[in-house]
C-alpha cells in the first residue's frame, strides 16, 4: 500500500484498518518509511486521535515488532511489576521505586525512555553513573532483575524496536500530547517487558503533557483499558506535576537527590508522598499486601533499613557502575562547572511555577535534546529548588543553576524567573496526589 494513502486518510478523520496499522509499524522497525512520513502521520494522530480499537492494534503491534520477554522460566519467586510515568520535571521516582519494591519482595524490569519534550529521561539520568550499561544484552538484564530484584535499562534494539524510532522522531516533531500515541507507546514497551502488571503515575499540571485533571483521567483510562487488552492489570495515580518534583531537575543532579532519599538522609515532602503512594499500589496489585498501611509500612522499612540503596547499589554494580557508588557518588557524577543560585525578582511567597519553562531552561543549556541525535551535558540542571509556598529572597534563592558557562547560567536564571511567581500572600496548598484509577 502507499503510506501517503494512510497519511491522508487520518488527515481527513478516517479509522485506520489493522492492516494500515501493522504496515506502519513494520515501517517504524525497519525505517522503510521515512521520518517526513512518520511524523506526518503522528501529527494526523494529534489532531484527529484514535478510536481504541486503532490504539489497541498500534500498541499490540509495536509490543510485537520485537522480543517479548517471558519471566515464567526463571523462577524469580515474587511478581515482576513495573512503573511508568508520563513524564514530568524533576521526575527521579523510577531510581526510588525500582529499589525499594525490589526491597520488598517485587521484581522490576524498569524499561525507560529518554527525554521527552521538557520532561527529562530516567534513561539520560541513569547514565551520569560512569559505566553504567543502559542498554545491556537481555540476558545480562535478566541476570540482574533475578539476582537483586530491579534494573533501569532503556530500550534496545530488539525491545518494541518501532516504537522505539517513533518515541524519537515525535520527540522533536511536537507530536508527543496524544493520549493514544502516548498509551501506544507506554504499554508497547511494557506487553514487551512481560510484566505481571504496571502500576501508572500520570501527572498533571503546568510540567506535564497533560495539564488538566480532567484529561489526565482519560489517559489514565486509556491506558488501563488498553492494558486489560493485553492481559496486563494496571493501576494508575494521578499525581501534582505543578511545580519540579523534589528539589532538583537535571540528570546528575537528579541521581544525586535519589541517593540522598534512599540512604534516609534527605525525602523532600512531595516526593516522598508520590514515591509511597506508587510502591504501595504496586504491593497491592499483586498481592504481596492487602491494604494501604501494610503497604506504606512495607516501603518505610525498605528504605530506613537500608536495604533499598543496597538493592540499588547492587544493580549499579551488576550493569557495570562503581561498586562504591552509593558511597562515593558525589565523586563520580559530572560537576558543572558553574554553579549559580537564582534571586528572585522580588521578596515574597512563591505562589506558582510554570514547571515546563524550567523543563526548557534545562534544554536550553544542554541538558535536554533541541533535535535528533543531539548529544547532552549531563551536569548541568538545577538544585536547592524552592518549593510553592516557601518564602523566597536574598536568603532563599529560588534554586541554583548549574551550568558549562557564566552565559548559559545566566540564561537559565533568567527563564526560571519568568517561570515563577511571587506574591505576598502563601498560596493554598494542593494535593500531591488527585486520585487512584483500577480497572475494578
Excluded at 95 to 123: D, E, K
Excluded at 318 to 344: H, S
Excluded at 359 to 370: E, F, L, M, P, S
Aim: with cysteine; aromatic share 4%.
Amino acid at each position: 500500500m502507499l503510506f501517503a494513502d494512510v497519511i491522508q486518510k487520518k488527515r481527513d478523520g478516517g479509522e485506520l484498518t489493522a492492516a494500515e496499522i501493522e504496515f506502519f509499524v513494520k515501517g517504524l522497525a525497519d525505517s522503510s518509511i521515512p521520518a517526513e512520513q512518520v511524523s506526518a502521520l503522528a501529527m494526523a494522530i494529534v489532531f484527529k486521535s484514535m478510536t481504541f480499537e486503532e490504539t489497541a492494534t498500534l500498541t499490540t503491534a509495536m509490543a510485537s515488532s520485537g522480543t517479548v520477554l517471558d519471566w515464567r522460566s526463571e523462577d524469580l519467586g515474587g511478581p515482576v511489576i513495573d512503573k511508568h510515568s508520563t513524564g514530568g520535571v524533576g521526575d527521579k521516582v523510577s531510581f526510588l521505586l525500582a529499589p525499594i519494591a525490589a526491597a520488598c519482595g517485587c521484581f522490576v524490569p524498569m524499561i525507560s525512555g529518554r527525554g521527552l519534550g521538557h520532561t527529562g529521561g530516567t534513561l539520560d539520568k541513569i547514565e551520569s553513573i560512569p559505566g553504567y550499561q543502559a542498554t545491556p544484552d537481555f540476558e545480562l538484564f535478566k541476570k540482574v532483575v533475578k539476582s537483586t530484584g530491579c534494573a533501569i535499562i532503556g530500550q534496545t534494539a530488539d525491545l518494541a524496536p518501532a516504537d522505539r524510532r517513533f518515541y524519537a522522531i515525535r520527540d522533536v516533531t511536537a507530536t508527543i500530547e496524544s493520549i493514544p500515541l502516548i498509551t501506544a507507546s507506554i504499554l508497547s514497551k511494557k506487553i514487551a517487558a512481560g510484566l505481571d502488571g504496571l502500576v501508572m503515575d500520570v501527572k498533571v499540571g503546568s510540567g506535564a503533557f497533560m495539564t488538566s485533571v480532567e484529561r489526565a483521567g482519560k489517559l489514565a483510562k486509556s491506558i488501563i483499558g488498553t492494558a486489560a487488552t493485553a492481559g496486563l492489570k494496571t493501576h494508575a495515580l494521578i499525581t501534582d506535576m505543578n511545580e519540579v518534583l523534589g528539589q532538583t531537575a537535571g540528570n546528575a543532579v537528579e541521581i544525586a537527590e535519589s541517593i540522598e532519599f534512599l540512604t534516609n538522609n534527605n525525602r523532600e515532602p512531595r516526593l516522598n508522598e508520590v514515591v509511597a503512594a506508587l510502591c504501595a499500589e504496586m504491593l497491592i496489585l499483586t498481592g504481596v499486601e492487602k491494604d494501604q498501611g501494610a503497604a506504606r509500612g512495607k516501603v518505610e522499612k525498605a528504605i530506613t533499613s537500608g536495604e533499598a540503596a543496597e538493592t540499588f547499589s547492587r544493580m549499579v554494580a551488576e550493569l557495570g557502575g562503581p561498586a562504591d557508588f552509593l558511597d562515593k557518588y558525589t565523586e563520580y557524577l559530572p560537576k558543572a562547572a558553574i554553579c549559580k543560585p537564582v534571586q528572585p525578582s522580588e521578596v515574597g511567597y512563591l505562589a506558582g511555577t510554570d514547571a515546563h519553562a524550567i523543563g526548557n531552561a534545562i534544554i536550553q543549556i544542554g541538558g535536554g535534546r533541541q533535535q535528533l541525535g543531539d548529544e547532552l551535558d549531563l551536569a548541568v540542571g538545577i538544585t536547592d529548588i524552592a518549593p510553592i509556598g516557601e518564602m523566597v529572597g536574598a536568603d532563599r534563592p529560588l534554586g541554583v543553576v548549574h551550568a558549562a558557562s557564566e552565559e548559559d547560567a545566566d540564561l537559565a536564571a533568567g527563564l526560571i524567573r519568568e517561570a515563577c511567581t511571587i506574591s505576598a500572600d502563601q498560596p493554598a496548598e494542593r494535593p500531591v496526589i488527585y486520585e487512584t484509577l483500577t480497572a475494578e
